[in-house]
């Protein structure tokens, strides 16, 4: 059974930082793009970003240049490292693995349960 769990949520001032992390315990980790996704209260799931089995990573326009992805192989671990944050970026956050590139969360084929990021204005 794959499991994948996410930390670092909390609340934080608006211009504040957080970084999340994302665990999974998949025996070819190294090779899936994992995605983060959020979700507010009353909204539909949004795409954040992806980061590839290469490194590169894609980031939707509500969060370029103010989030970055990155991973560890050998920890089979990605984070998502949040600066400058807004209130509108208040939602569940969650991460999720697959093997194709993509922007949708119906392309991915494990999820974890999702962390709270709340921005205080």
């Known amino acids: 059974q794959v499991w994948m769990f996410e930390s670092g949520g909390g609340l934080v001032q608006a211009g504040g930082s957080l970084r999340l992390s994302c665990r999974a315990d998949?025996?070819?980790?190294?090779?899936?793009?994992v995605g983060w996704f959020r979700q507010a209260p009353g909204k539909e799931r949004e795409f954040v970003g992806r980061i590839n089995w290469r490194g590169d990573d894609t980031y939707s326009d509500s969060v370029k240049g103010r989030f970055t992805i990155s991973r560890n192989n050998a920890q089979k671990t990605v984070y998502l490292q949040m600066n400058s944050l807004k209130p509108k970026d208040t939602a569940v956050y969650s991460c999720?693995?697959?093997?194709?590139?993509?922007?949708?969360?119906?392309?991915?084929?494990?999820w974890g349960q999702g962390t709270q990021v709340t921005v205080s204005s």
């Open positions: 999720a693995a697959g093997v194709i590139e993509s922007g949708r969360g119906s392309d991915y084929n494990y």
């Open positions: 998949l025996q070819t980790f190294s090779t899936y793009t």
